[in-house]
């Protein structure tokens, strides 16, 4: 038997005796507690004299981190979601039926703890507890403290460990929580309605992207999880819904990497009587103050590399950036046979028959893309790899669009949107007529949302912000993973010994 069963099996059997004296295990009945935090936050700067004079006693609860015994007494560090806070248990004080009640508790276990305050001899601020009570036995031993889990996919996998052990891992998602919560009261403040448009479409559209396909019984349908809400929102735009945005999750039955998870937040919203430039502007805006309040400046380290933000940010069109940091020849921009034999050499093998912007942005994502740490805007891309974009009136070539990067990846992608549906119905069809096996281009035109567009669809940009990786580099967090609750991992594949895999 490995040790972690052995102390599994003594804390099993440390509850039973616990029921056998009439405790219970998991009580319903604890009435709302005083915070840790809030406590240290008020009488921490009270010296042991003045904390003589604090008569009411204080109730809190929570998790049992640290646990040290001498005997007819005890120290312990509880811990709640807003911080930790140390114990004195006494049996004279609790009494010795208590006390021996007391010493059957384990670290990981949850309690309540009641009593008033006063300072040790080292001078550290502690509740000297006049009642005790046990709230969740904890059957299952924590990580050592100062070892915890070391296996990075082991930390993802068991999330609720990595919380109770970490408090850095928890700031991260209350700093991800601020996050959003800027990023709405932005959008609203500027007049723009948060919607929600559906999570299932039966026609895949919005972005180039493989979905992840479901089957509906009723309606004897497959449908999609959707790769992106493009083409609702701006069917709202149609109805007069000239600002909006939403807040939500896209899926991508894509590869899984530190940038990438199959499951993603993402922020889009659609601005009428606006251009891609408008949006740059804005970006910055939004960016800027994000920066400010998480940061207190628009100037910051992210793993390693200082980060400014301070508008106005860099602008280069995909060609220049290829030249100027890529080091691809101007003469060789335009020509097939060049760009095929760099990429092979570079160790990519695409079609001879495929579109050259599809050539260009692949070596951009090689050449250019990891070298971008200052955010800079790549303006002008290919007509052939942005069909929902506007075309350029001096260059129908390339697109008024621009992508947004950031510590050598990208962070936004915007542009001014193809409102003509004459434009729109060829560029779909083109696209469908060349897809091939290339699952990642819609498999069937969305005519609806070109019958939208000749109903009429005002002048508009539209832009999406990746929110996970917008998190990341505002909490110096180097993988994706480190940003969601939960990310999508590979099963586990071990089995029980009964053949079942598991839990």
Known sequence: MSEESQIIKQRKQKALELERQGIELFPND??????????????????????????????????????????????????????AIQIHVSRDRIGSDNYNIFKKFDIGDIIEVEGRLFRTKTNELTIEADHIRLVTKSMRPLPEKYHGIKDKELRYRRRYEDLVMNDEVLETFRTRARIVQMLRSYFTSNGFLEVETPMMQSIVGGATARPFVTHHNALGIDLFLRIAPELYLKRLLVGGCERVFELNRNFRNEG??????????????YEAYATYEDLMVRTEELFAQIAMDIKGDTKFIYQGNEVDMTPPWRKMTLNQALVEVGGIAEKDLSNRETLLARLMELGVDMPKDEVLGKYLTKLFDLLVE?????????????????????????????????????????????????????????????????????????????????????IGMPPAAGEGIGVDRLVMLLTDSASIRDVILFPQLRPLSSKRPDGKGTK
């Open 370 to 454: 990891p070298n971008l740490v200052q955010p800079t805007f790549i303006t002008e891309y290919p007509t052939d790899i942005s069909p929902l974009a506007r075309r350029n009136a001096k260059n129908p070539e390339v697109t008024d669009r621009f992508e947004l990067f950031i510590t050598g990846r990208e962070i936004a992608n915007a542009f001014s949107e193809l409102n003509d549906p004459r434009d729109q119905k060829m560029r779909f069809e083109e696209q469908v007529a060349n897809r091939g096996d290339d699952e990642e281009i819609p498999p069937e035109v969305d005519y609806d949302y070109i019958r939208a567009l000749e």
């Open 256 to 269: 899984i990497s530190i940038q990438h998870n199959p499951e993603f937040t993402m922020l889009e919203f």
């Open 30 to 83: 604890i009435r709302k507690p005083e915070r840790a935090g809030a406590i240290k936050k008020v009488y921490g700067k009270y010296d042991a004299e003045a904390l003589k004079d604090v008569q009411d006693p204080f109730r809190v609860a929570g998790r049992i981190m640290a646990l040290r015994r001498f005997g007819k007494a005890a120290f312990a560090s509880i811990k709640d979601s807003s911080g």
